[in-house]
Every structure is written in structure tokens, then in C-alpha cells.
């Protein structure tokens, strides 16, 4: 099992089960009625919104006239689905499929306009944005969410990290989080990050006044084929997720404006290095 993402396997299984109805010219009512479920079941597969059960996949694959040798790996993709990964005891299950993806994430193109986004983060900057959104917060969990956004950059040290490109606008520098040793080390870290092979960063200075991203935070992760890219947001606390290819296609639109109206990462560095010697005690 070392090295296969439970998560995604379950996501391979999903869309390409919705790949053999359609070849099948089933619709999700008729496939729904030969397995003896409900259309939502048969959505909630297709969309990987709910535990994938190998018997279901056995059946839909017999249902389907699919090829036994592919039927057999869909089985045994939908066994290693059902394994458990160090992220599955986290209880947000929207917030786990997102971490499921990240971890096995290609390219990673995160954009946030007041805060660095959790994967660039250190330690004590995590630890002072999560206490001053959640407020009043247990100290024992503030400390499982400190330490779950840490282990989440992990990835960033694997043999073949994915690609990683954030910009964030100039507030971000500017915003206290923290005191001014966090802020300093923060700012520190990403110095050190950007200087990384397949990582960059860019800021949007204050200068580029009002532009296409100024209301938009999200963060694109690009997999690997089989699996869909996917867009995701959280706002007001809810959590977002966009695959269809128009909306893959208007963020990757946006990104292009972003990377344009944003400091090359050389002025991007300076920028960060100067602010961060206002932090320097």
C-alpha cells in the first residue's frame, strides 16, 4: 500500500464509472434501477461524495458490459480507496478530500490577498491566524490544527515535490499576525521557499491598485491524469470545490491576469526582504 492515495484512488474509481455508464448509454436513473439503489447513490459515486463499496463497483462494472481485466482493477482500486491515510481521522470530510488531492498534487497554484496561504506557513504564523479566526479555541485544539497544517507541507520535501507557485497581494506582508519574531520568520520562510526548485512567488503590490483578483482567494491543484483538476475556495468558512472545465478554464484565465499584474519573483524577493526588516528585533 506505500504510496497509493487512498483519496484519489476513490476520485480514479468515481470518474470512471461515470466513464462506463456513459459508454454504456445508461443513464443515472436506469443504472440506479438495474442495481436496485437510489439515483443519489449512483450520483454520490460518480462524484466521489460517498465511500466507494468494491461489491457496488463489481456490479456496476457487470452492469456496464465492462472488460473483466479493467473490472478487476477498478475492484482492486476501490479495496485500496477503503485504506486509511494519516488525514482520514480529520473530521472536516470536505476539508480531507481537499488534503487527499494536495498530497498528490502535481502543481499547486494557491492565491490569497490578506493571509500566506497554510502551505507556505510556519508554525507560529499558523498558530496565531487559526486563534485569532477561531477565537475562542481548547489549546489542545489548536494544537492538532497547527500541527495538521505542518504536516501537510511534508509534500513540499518529497524526492518529486510538486510544483508550487503562490502570490499573495503586498497586504499579506504588511498584516501583523502575530508578534513581530513571527512575522519575521514567516517572511523568512518564504525567502527561503522561493529560492526552491518548481517553487516561485510573486507579490501584487499595493501599486497595481485595483484589478481582477482583488475579491478572489482560491488555490488550483493540477493532477495527474486520471484525476480532474480542481478548484478549490473556502469562503465564510465553506468549502467550495470546482471541476467542470469551463471553471478550470475562467481561474486559469484569472491566474494569467494575476501572474501579469504581479512583481516578477526577483522584485517579489526584495519587496519581502525589505518589509521583513521592519520585523527584525
Known amino acids: 500500500m506505500a504510496g497509493i492515495n487512498p483519496s484519489l484512488r476513490h476520485h480514479e474509481v468515481a470518474t470512471r464509472l461515470r466513464a462506463l ?3 454504456a448509454g445508461l443513464t443515472m436513473k436506469e443504472a440506479a434501477q438495474r442495481l436496485e439503489c437510489s439515483v443519489a447513490k449512483i450520483s454520490r459515486l460518480e462524484t466521489a461524495a460517498r465511500g466507494v463499496i468494491p461489491r457496488d463497483v463489481r456490479d456496476l462494472c457487470a452492469i456496464y458490459g465492462a472488460d473483466p481485466a479493467e473490472a478487476a482493477v477498478l475492484i482492486a482500486m476501490a479495496r485500496e480507496a477503503r485504506a486509511s491515510e494519516w488525514w482520514e481521522e480529520y473530521p472536516d470530510e470536505k476539508f480531507r478530500a481537499y488534503i487527499g488531492h494536495e498530497a498528490d498534487a502535481v502543481a499547486i497554484f494557491s492565491y490569497d490577498t490578506g ?5 507556505v506557513q510556519t508554525s507560529g504564523y499558523a498558530r496565531a491566524i487559526i486563534k485569532g479566526v477561531a ?9 492538532k490544527r497547527v500541527e495538521l497544517r505542518m504536516r501537510r507541507q511534508d509534500i513540499l520535501h518529497k524526492k518529486d515535490p510538486p510544483r508550487l507557485h503562490i502570490i499573495v497581494d503586498e497586504s499579506a506582508l504588511h498584516r501583523r499576525v502575530g508578534d513581530e519574531r513571527v512575522m519575521y520568520e514567516q517572511l523568512s520562510h518564504l525567502l527561503e521557499l522561493s529560492g526552491r526548485h518548481r517553487m516561485s512567488l510573486q507579490v501584487i503590490p499595493f501599486s497595481a491598485g485595483s484589478h481582477k483578483g482583488l475579491n478572489e482567494t482560491f488555490t488550483l491543484l493540477e493532477m495527474a491524469d486520471p484525476i480532474p483538476d480542481v478548484i478549490y475556495q473556502e469562503v465564510g468558512g465553506r468549502i467550495e470545490y470546482f471541476r467542470k472545465e469551463k471553471e478550470l478554464q475562467a481561474y486559469r484565465d484569472l491566474i494569467g491576469h494575476l501572474r501579469a499584474v504581479g512583481l516578477g519573483q526577483g522584485a517579489s524577493r526584495a519587496l519581502i526582504e525589505e518589509v521583513s526588516q521592519k520585523y527584525r528585533s
Open 21 to 23: 455508464r456513459m459508454d
Open 115 to 119: 493571509i500566506f496561504p497554510g502551505i
Open 135 to 143: 477565537g475562542r479555541i481548547s489549546a489542545e485544539t489548536l494544537a
